[in-house]
């Protein structure tokens, strides 16, 4: 794992000195095991590495073999089969650069289709003076880039690149940001909060030659071919079989492990693989659960405190060493400052910033270098609900199997009743429920928003489907989600010294999913089946009962701001001053307005992106501000 970065000059400079500046930026910002550059060919090249694991200690980057020079941010999963494939002797020592100069040396720039798990990557090929940077399918490693007259730079994060370049702040981004799930016109995927700097979108490969910059996307989500196997439990056998490799990859080292677990399907699912591996090693799996404060309470729909969902799992799996998080002193508000600073740019996470923030501190100190999350598990392990199957069999128009799946939990004369009452409800329930969330949204923002910020914004929400199975696996991949996840998730590695790893985004489970008959998901009133059928003797029946209230992690979040009322209120009031009023309504900022959002979560979530907008862009002076905001368009 490591912060990678470089400068190729398209003028007559000298590049030792601009990756000087980056050098010392990423040596003065962040722990090392190992830093160097190197200079060749107008073409600088430079790594900040943190070991995960003992091969990472074997070969220094950036690392050259022959006329190709490398620099690597990247934890590979099945690296023996890469090996085997490129002819390479694969050792304890054998590091993942080594592997991926020679499946370049095999495929050339095609080899990023063979490589799995988290990376990104810089390769200059110094007879075809090329340079290539690559990010991995899900972006779960950040890559940035950006150019001028003279030189052409990237790193894995924006800030260092953002100074390096003398780039303004970038307007529509920090629109985009606080107007979320709203998206002004002009407004970027993979925008940077400074201009001129953008970050490499997950599956996509850039290619810089002769001062021209083409990307292109290697990898798309499509649904493939069906799997056609002789018997159900085929299916779920190959599920069971991968989702372990996939576990199994992500433990593929020999440090510390941590999990953050709560009670859901697709962390509790992670637990059930990984900690058997882990005791078989003698290894201990060290579990972190956010439990809310003293004082709260939950309702019958949502459970808030999951600690008891996660003491029947910690029954079951004994040799998991379990911290209960409950972090009394940290909330959404006085985390702010902290975590701009880690991630270097307002972000969008704040009701789950206060246990985040405290389970990363607490792996720190315990040596973790890798925890392990099931945060993509609503797309693999645990997807697929009733409503969404019974949508999809209307779309393609498999009548009697929608009437089978309406009357499969009711049967004899009622039979007709049932299956028309299923027939309204799949037809006019999705509709309705996203027409109610866009009158909720676009409510919230005329109330913060001054009309004019509105006009020609896109709601992101239209394009979700909340209908049909196969409409939503494809979503989750067109969606920001997976890019910012990752961005962050980098981040956070470099600040801790740790990855999080998540064997339920394997992109070899992600590549079954797409072959699996939609049934496998949801059918015969089975909602996510496949976790429930793999999970039966591996979980307690409390996790795998389909009727247990929800769990709802950080419920307690309005609990936690209690005390801080006042000093945000306080705080709103200086945002009346700022450049935050050419955004928000007049009176967005008073104490009456302030009071009546705070007994909102989505109100609170819009009111502390402008408190971090406000404190990342700091005393910025309106000279510097108009100057940013005229050169939007160019």
């Not at 645990?382 to 498999?398: D, T």
């Not at 991949?477 to 394997?506: A, K, Q």
Request: with cysteine; aromatic share 10%; hydrophobic share 35%.
């Amino acid at each position: 794992m490591s912060a990678i970065y470089g400068v190729i000059s398209t003028g007559d400079i000298d590049v030792t000195v601009p990756l000087e500046t980056l050098f010392t930026t990423y040596q003065t910002r962040y722990s090392s095991d190992r830093t160097r550059c190197t200079v060749e060919h107008g073409v600088g090249l430079g790594a900040l590495e943190q070991w995960i694991r003992r091969s990472d200690q074997s070969v220094a980057l950036p690392y050259r073999t022959g006329d190709i020079h490398l620099v690597v941010d990247a934890m590979l999963d099945y690296r023996e089969a890469l090996a085997q494939q490129v002819g390479y002797e694969l050792t304890d020592t054998t590091s993942d650069c080594e592997l991926i100069a020679a499946a370049y040396l095999k495929w050339g720039a095609d080899c990023v289709e063979h490589l799995h798990g988290p990376f990104a990557f810089a390769l200059y090929d110094a007879p075809q003076q090329k340079l290539i940077l690559v990010r991995d399918r899900l972006g779960e490693r950040s890559l940035c880039y950006g150019q001028t007259a003279t030189m052409f730079a990237f790193s894995t994060t924006a800030k260092p690149l953002g100074k390096l370049l003398n780039c303004l702040h970038d307007e529509t981004f920090f629109e985009a940001y606080a107007l979320s799930p709203f998206l002004p016109a002009g407004a970027t995927p993979y925008a940077t909060p400074w201009q001129g700097v953008t970050h490499l979108g997950p599956g996509q490969r850039l290619t810089f030659q002769k001062g021209q910059v083409d990307i292109e996307t290697y990898w798309t989500y499509e649904t493939q071919e069906k799997l056609v196997l002789a018997d159900e439990q085929d299916y779920y056998d190959l599920f069971e079989k991968t989702l372990e490799a996939a576990t199994r990859e992500c433990l593929a080292l020999e440090g510390e492990v941590g999990l953050m677990l709560s009670g859901g399907l697709d962390s509790t699912t992670v637990a059930a693989f990984a900690e058997p591996i882990l005791k078989q090693r003698k290894q201990t799996l060290h579990g972190y659960t956010h439990v809310p404060l003293i004082g709260y309470e939950d309702d019958e729909r949502l459970l808030g405190n999951e600690r008891p969902l996660v003491e029947d799992v910690l029954n079951q799996y004994d040799s998991i060493d379990q911290t209960w998080v409950e972090n009394r002193s940290k909330n959404s508000y006085n985390t702010i400052d902290e975590w701009l600073d880690i991630v270097e740019m307002p972000y969008g996470f704040f009701i789950n910033a206060p246990w985040l923030l405290e389970i990363h501190q607490l792996a720190q100190e315990k040596g973790i270098k890798v925890i392990l999350n099931g945060k993509h598990g609503n797309s693999t392990v645990s997807h697929g609900s009733l409503a969404s199957y019974q949508y999809e069999l209307l779309q393609q128009k498999h009548w009697r199997r929608f009437k089978k799946e309406a009357v499969s939990l009711k049967q004899g004369h009622w039979a007709p009743i049932v299956v028309g009452k299923s027939l309204l409800r799949t037809l006019m329930f999705p509709p309705l429920q996203e027409n109610r969330l866009a009158r909720f949204y676009n409510k919230q923002a005329k109330r913060a928003f001054r009309p004019e910020r509105l006009q020609g914004a896109d709601y992101l929400f239209d394009q979700l489907p909340l209908r049909s199975t196969t409409d939503k696996l494809e979503f989750i991949y067109r969606s920001p989600d997976p890019h910012e996840r990752g961005v962050i998730s980098t981040l956070c590695s470099l600040h801790f010294n740790c990855i999080i790893r998540d064997p339920t985004s394997d992109s070899k489970l992600i590549d079954l999913c797409a072959q699996f008959p939609i049934e496998l998901f949801s059918s015969n009133g089975v909602s996510k089946k496949i976790v429930r059928t793999i999970m039966k003797n591996r979980l307690p029946e409390s996790i795998l009962n389909p009727k247990r209230a929800k769990g709802r992690q950080s419920a307690d979040w309005s609990l936690r701001l209690a005390n801080e009322k006042q000093t945000i209120v306080e705080e709103a009031q200086a945002c009346q001053t700022s450049f935050l009023l050419d955004m928000y309504q007049p009176d967005y900022f008073e104490a009456k307005a302030v009071e009546t959002t705070l007994t909102d979560l989505w109100a609170t979530k819009l009111l502390l992106r402008a408190f971090a907008l406000k404190r990342f862009k700091g005393g910025e002076d309106d000279e510097t501000r108009m100057v940013s905001t005229s050169t939007r368009g160019t």
